[in-house]
């Protein structure tokens, strides 16, 4: 999952960030980092051959991450994993369901019923510098 997203945000938000964002984005994660979010169960890989290409990670009320790989972009991938994603976060919950997004993933959500309530700033948690996302809900 730590290469997935640090090659989705390096190939997919280069358009929207700048290359010092994008050098901070992960901040002081390391594979480690995700070994918690993992063992939580709500985690969805999707694979190609023997390779990771993208995941969705929820909880309930709110789709906490999406990334794919660049060359799985456009696929449908993504669509599928938000489906997932968003059943998911209705278990247990009832009213919208949320995502921060990314300024580069805006559309995505936009195209698959989320709307836009805010922007605002995410800073990781774990270091690098702030980078604007997106208030979404559905």
Known sequence: MFDVTRHSVRELAKEHYSA???????????????????????MVVAERGDRIVGFVDSEPGEVTRLFLVADAAGSGLGKKLLEIGIRNARRNHEGPVRVESTVNAEGFYLRHGFRAIERGYFSHGVGGDPIEIVHMEL
């Open 20 to 42: 010092e964002q994008i050098a901070g984005w992960m901040g002081d994660r390391t594979p480690d980092t995700y070994e918690a979010l993992i063992a939580k169960g709500l």
